[in-house]
């Protein structure tokens, strides 16, 4: 495979039955090992499913899903047949053949009303062909519906028949594609989409008197509302991402006026320390709305109302970071003049939002930080979001340590202190700080203070201690 991928533009993988799931595998390696060098697609025929929803959802966000097709007749079985529960397949023999389509058939049923959850999820497009044309599909969720509903009127003969004839369905598909078609009797749909919906339909070979026509045909529409919809959720978020953009400049310069102030705190402690002055309130609705745009953003997200690739994308990706380094250090200043601590716990453990370790996936994800661009002055805003929680934490370790008994505890308190430390050096010589760390009256700089006055006194306690 690798010397077709070095001497090939674009190659297409298939295989019918079992062999269109090795046929997939195939791809998913091919597209994982060498993706950028050519076009890879898979197309497979009567294919069973191959993995889970997370597998499926994996797919979705690497953006792999257009390189699978899958092509189903109406009545074959194999595909359908994972749906049903395993222990159905342990004493399988000629006569109990048609039983098992029916477990198959209620199974899929079921699943297809989301009364309960298979194991089993569709990934790609989904091609149905029957005698009278062809779909294609690529929501899950309406495939399986689809699978279920073109199953309804089939029978165990018709459903082994299929799974051997798709040469034949591919022959009729390239001439029904061309051929012109009729409605029948006063179905004349009203409009164009109402037409493309009936034709869908009857290609599907469900007809409008059959019972289920009503639930396949809102199974459709839903599919190419949900496509539409997500679509719309991301451009409207786009919009709302321009509109709360201020909030953040308004941070950004509270943040500068901070830098430049007499008091020489800096910005993480000028917003822990401050009054009720209207500057401060300000600031802290500001942080207030921010937050509630992005909860809303990952809300959407995780009830697939977004595109599946959208946190990849690095307008989001990029916009997302920007956000956390400035307003982070805002809600850890808040968590400590607040009393959160004392109450929850440390924040680090205890009080950080899920927001921002979603935010910390998606970043890790698309940039490469095992490789930093060297710096040749102070970062805008601190790398580490979660610094001034080490330093709070680092700092109540100093106090703790003075009265601690345990030789054990002290020790390892003695070695998170150094280890943090040795973690704020680096970050200081590599410039991923923001010059607001080394202000004169800033927390990091009183934790340097309370650091070397400790380490004075274990030495003239203890000469030999390191």
């Not at 990934?123 to 062809?134: D, E, Q, W």
């Not at 490789?371 to 805008?380: C, D, E, G, L």
């Amino acid at each position: 495979m690798v010397d077709i991928m070095n001497t090939s533009k674009s190659i297409v993988i298939t295989g019918h039955s079992i062999g269109g799931a090795i046929a997939s595998l195939l791809t998913l390696w091919l597209l994982c090992r060498l993706q950028t060098i050519c076009s890879v697609i898979c197309i497979t025929f009567g294919s069973p499913m191959l993995g889970n929803e997370s597998f499926s959802r994996a797919i979705l966000q690497k953006r792999w899903a257009g390189h699978f097709c899958h092509v189903v007749s109406q009545h074959d079985i194999v595909p359908r047949l994972f749906f049903a529960p395993s222990c159905s397949f342990q004493f399988i023999s000629y006569e109990n053949k048609t039983q098992l389509f029916h477990v198959v058939l209620d199974s899929l049923g079921v699943v297809s009303r989301g009364e309960c959850k298979s194991s089993f999820c569709p990934s790609g497009s989904y091609l149905f062909c029957t005698n009278k044309g062809a779909v294609c599909v690529d929501n899950g969720m309406v495939v399986i519906k689809l699978l279920y509903f073109t199953l309804l009127n089939s029978s165990q003969s018709s459903s082994l028949e299929d799974h051997l004839d798709y040469a034949d369905f591919i022959r009729k598909v390239q001439w029904q594609f061309i051929e012109n078609r009729s409605f029948m009797e006063g179905s004349i749909p009203k409009s164009s989409y109402e037409a493309g919906i009936t034709l869908a339909l009857d290609s599907l070979g469900i007809a409008s008197h059959e019972v289920n026509f009503a639930d396949a045909k809102e199974a459709l529409k839903k599919a190419k509302k949900l496509g539409r919809t997500r679509n719309l959720n991301s451009a409207n978020l786009a919009i709302g991402l321009s509109k709360i953009n201020p909030f953040r400049a308004q941070i950004e310069w509270f943040k500068a006026s901070c830098d430049n102030s007499a008091e020489q705190m800096g910005y993480y402690d000028s917003f822990k320390q401050r009054g009720a002055s209207k500057r401060g309130f300000k600031v802290n609705m500001n942080r207030i709305k921010l937050a509630q745009f992005w909860d809303s953003l990952i809300d959407k997200l995780e009830a697939n109302e977004l595109p599946y690739d959208f946190h990849k994308r690095a307008k989001w990706v990029n916009a997302s970071q920007f956000y956390k380094l400035v307003v982070e250090p805002l809600d850890i200043a808040e968590y400590y003049r607040t009393g959160m601590h004392l109450v929850k716990g440390h924040y680090m453990q205890h009080g950080r939002e899920r927001r921002y370790k979603i935010f910390d996936k998606w970043w890790k994800t698309e940039n490469d930080t095992d490789n930093p661009t060297a710096r040749s002055r102070f970062a805008s805003s601190t790398q580490d979001s979660c610094f001034w929680a080490r330093v709070e934490e680092a700092r109540d370790s100093l106090i703790k340590v003075r009265a601690e008994g345990d030789a054990r505890k002290f020790l390892k308190m003695l070695e998170d202190v150094t280890k943090f430390d040795q973690y704020a050096k680096r970050l200081i010589e590599n410039k991923e700080i923001s010059q607001d760390v080394l202000a004169k009256n800033s927390s990091y700089t009183k934790f340097i203070e309370e650091w070397k006055d400790l380490q004075s006194q274990l030495q003239l306690l203890q000469p030999q201690f390191p």
